[in-house]
Structure formats: structure tokens, C-alpha cells
T-cell receptor, first 113, second 111 residues
Framework: NAGVTQTPKFQVLKTGQSMTLQCAQD?????MSWYRQDPGMGLRLIHY???????DQGEVPNGYNVSRSTTEDFPLRLLSAAPSQTSVYFC????????????FGEGSRLTVL | GNSVTQMEGPVTLSEEAFLTINCTYT??????LFWYVQYPGEGLQLLLK?????DKGSNKGFEATYRKETTSFHLEKGSVQVSDSAVYFC??????????FGQGTELSVKP
């Protein structure tokens, strides 16, 4: 059982470049989300989705786009990368019911020069 | 609004020492409370949880009690090991909603 899989694990971009962070889960979870982790700031929610075709903004959505065409996949797109987006990104999923326990991927470290 | 505040790190302890990491929260209603742990180079994983007042969550020797009167969920372990070195995150979920994290506390345990 793979759980939540993120790719790539590491990426270096130049300012203005675009890229997509991939996230896939094989647990048939309805809820998926993206967080960024920065020193001293914990994890902050970027975008989330409660099911295929439904997405919503989190705490820090600016500069990021998401889509949810299938239950399994939830890609995060950076259309024009900025140095402020240098961070570690985590994808997480859970069932729609229950008490909020999340299952996390291993993270993607992004550096924007 | 909903928020979580943790004690600042890093916390450095010797093996077999007693551990407390403080966590307090602000929330409306009756949130569920969690401790997540992040080992070096890995994603977060659930350590323990409590879903109502006075519940005690426990796992791998760690414990935390949901104290509504003091709005706290402090993490404790009686005897830490080197393998417990990690970053610990307190979090709350307001009645099944989005998870809100504290800033994390780094623990380093020396032999």
C-alpha cells in the first residue's frame, strides 16, 4: 500500500518558471490537501479538495493553482515561481468522515532562485 | 478564530529524561486534538489524538490529555530515547474540519 506519493522530491526553479507538483493517493480518500512548511511557521494550508471536481482555498493560496479531476490525484501548479515560494510542500489526504486524521506524503523540497 | 500555540524549540534532552512539550489552543466548539511527529527527511505521521475533553491519547510511550478547562494538550513521555529525536506538531481539527497546526517543536535527544 503506497499511501500518499509526491513527486518530485527535490526541484530547483528560476524565478518566473512554472512547474507542477504531483500528488497521488491509493486509499480512496475523498479529502486531499496541500501544505507548505516553513521554519518557525509550522504547516500552512494552501488548497484543499473534498472530492473530484471540488477545490477550495486555504490560508495561503496566492501563486498556486490546483485541480481535482480524479479521486486519486491532486496536482499543485506554480504558474510563475517566486523566491517566496521556496519551501517544503506536503500533500495529505483523509476520508471525508472522522476526526481529521491526515496521511502525509514525504514532501517536495522546492527552491526558487 | 482557531489557533494552536506550542512551546518554542529546540528542546535538547539526555536519554531517559522526562519530556514535556506544551501546547495550548484557541477554538470554538469542541475540536479534536492531535500530535503529529516528523522524523528527519520524512512527512508527518500521527502520533496520538483525543476527540473530547478529558480523553487521553497515547502511543509509543507518549501521552497527552485533552484539558478543556485550560485549553491545553501537552505532550509527555517518561523516558525519551535517541530515536525520539524529531519535530513534534500539535494540531486541532474543529469538528472534522481543516487541520490547523502549531509551529512545531524540535526535540533532540543526546546519548
Amino acid at each position: 500500500n503506497a499511501g500518499v506519493t509526491q513527486t518530485p522530491k527535490f526541484q530547483v526553479l528560476k524565478t518566473g518558471q512554472s512547474m507542477t507538483l504531483q500528488c497521488a493517493q491509493d486509499m480512496n480518500h475523498e479529502y486531499m490537501s496541500w501544505y507548505r512548511q516553513d521554519p518557525g511557521m509550522g504547516l500552512r494550508l494552501i488548497h484543499y479538495s473534498v472530492g473530484a471536481g471540488i477545490t477550495d482555498q486555504g490560508e495561503v493560496p496566492n501563486g498556486y493553482n490546483v485541480s481535482r479531476s480524479t479521486t486519486e490525484d491532486f496536482p499543485l501548479r506554480l504558474l510563475s515561481a517566486a523566491p517566496s515560494q521556496t519551501s517544503v510542500y506536503f500533500c495529505a489526504s483523509r476520508t471525508s468522515l472522522g476526526t481529521g486524521e491526515l496521511f502525509f506524503g514525504e514532501g517536495s523540497r522546492l527552491t526558487v532562485l | 478564530g482557531n489557533s494552536v500555540t506550542q512551546m518554542e524549540g529546540p528542546v535538547t534532552l539526555s536519554e531517559e529524561a522526562f519530556l514535556t512539550i506544551n501546547c495550548t489552543y484557541t477554538a470554538t466548539g469542541y475540536p479534536s486534538l492531535f500530535w503529529y511527529v516528523q522524523y528527519p527527511g520524512e512527512g508527518l505521521q500521527l502520533l496520538l489524538k483525543a476527540t473530547k475533553a478529558d480523553d487521553k491519547g497515547s502511543n509509543k510511550g507518549f501521552e497527552a490529555t485533552y484539558r478543556k478547562e485550560t485549553t491545553s494538550f501537552h505532550l509527555e513521555k517518561g523516558s525519551v530515547q535517541v530515536s525520539d529525536s524529531a519535530v513534534y506538531f500539535c494540531a486541532l481539527s474543529p469538528q472534522g474540519g481543516k487541520l490547523i497546526f502549531g509551529q512545531g517543536t524540535e526535540l533532540s535527544v543526546k546519548p
